[in-house]
């Protein structure tokens, strides 16, 4: 008997974008946990999940949506709701050129910048077409005061930005974690007697290396995220509050 496939009702809840990206037709749904996200959110695929996270460990996002709103190019607003989109998307069938462009996230800093993100892989950037659409929803989300900007995320599954990012995005989850005034001061008097790296600070806490990406999350300790993983190996030093390290997006932009 022929398989029939549609849209799974539990994903309605968490799939609240102006482009549905609940699966169809068998695919499996890329889901996520983002408190800063409004909770349990569902992705159009890995990159974006990684890039939720990325979103939630970055100290200066206050709140972010995925598939926030559509960006009508021909009359130059925001679709805000699937319905409204729905509507253009009729409206405009048949006519030349594109008429409809979805970021694939909003994200509300504490500053009060507005972003709206592309995501993408290294491997592919995307065809002429998506650079034309792109081009012309710059110029709409520049009017309603929104920034742009293009995150190009890893490919390669075994990157250590993925797995970093994936293990902050648990620490945060872990309160009761919480790194006390005490694993501070002994992280600075550390540094200060020559500890370099991911082990020797593991190592002079003594602590299990599985503890490390928390300290890294508090802003204790500070590691390049995009370069290394956390080994042993691995350059580290004392961040003395400082957060900068988990500010990745500018790093990432293309």
């Known amino acids: 008997m022929q398989k029939k496939y549609g849209r799974r009702p539990g994903l309605k809840a968490v799939d609240t974008g102006a482009r549905r990206s609940a699966p169809t037709f068998g695919r499996e749904a890329v889901l996520s946990y983002a408190e800063k996200g409004g909770g349990v959110r569902v992705f159009e695929n890995d990159a974006e999940r990684l890039v939720s996270k990325l979103l939630g460990i970055d100290p200066r996002v206050r709140r972010f949506q995925p598939q926030p709103f559509a960006v009508d190019l021909v009359e130059g607003r925001l679709l805000r709701t699937a319905e409204q989109r729905d509507v253009a998307r009729r409206q405009y069938a048949g006519r030349p050129g594109p008429a409809l462009y979805t970021p694939d996230f909003y994200a509300e800093f504490c500053s009060g910048r507005r972003l709206a993100l592309e995501v993408k892989l290294d491997r592919y950037l995307?065809?002429?077409?998506?650079?034309?659409?792109?081009?012309?929803?710059?110029?709409?989300?520049?009017?309603?005061?929104?920034?742009?900007?293009?995150?190009?995320?890893?490919?390669?599954?075994?990157?250590?930005?993925?797995?970093?990012?994936?293990?902050?995005?648990?620490?945060?989850?872990?309160?009761?974690?919480?790194?006390?005034?005490?694993?501070?001061?002994?992280?600075?008097?550390?540094?200060?007697?020559?500890?370099?790296?991911?082990?020797?600070?593991?190592?002079?806490?003594?602590?299990?290396?599985?503890?490390?990406?928390?300290?890294?999350?508090?802003?204790?300790?500070?590691?390049?995220?995009?370069?290394?993983?956390?080994?042993?190996?691995?350059?580290?030093?004392?961040?003395?509050?400082?957060?900068?390290?988990?500010?990745?997006?500018?790093?990432?932009?293309r």
């Open 126 to 253: 995307g065809a002429e077409p998506d650079h034309e659409r792109i081009e012309l929803a710059k110029k709409v989300l520049t009017n309603y005061g929104h920034e742009f900007v293009r995150v190009v995320m890893p490919a390669d599954l075994s990157h250590q930005l993925r797995s970093n990012i994936t293990l902050l995005h648990h620490a945060a989850l872990r309160a009761d974690l919480r790194p006390d005034d005490a694993a501070v001061a002994q992280i600075d008097t550390l540094a200060a007697q020559g500890a370099r790296t991911y082990g020797d600070f593991a190592n002079g806490l003594g602590v299990s290396v599985n503890l490390m990406p928390m300290l890294v999350l508090h802003g204790v300790l500070a590691i390049d995220l995009i370069s290394h993983r956390f080994e042993r190996r691995s350059p580290m030093t004392a961040a003395y509050g400082s957060l900068d390290h988990l500010e990745l997006m500018e790093r990432l932009a």
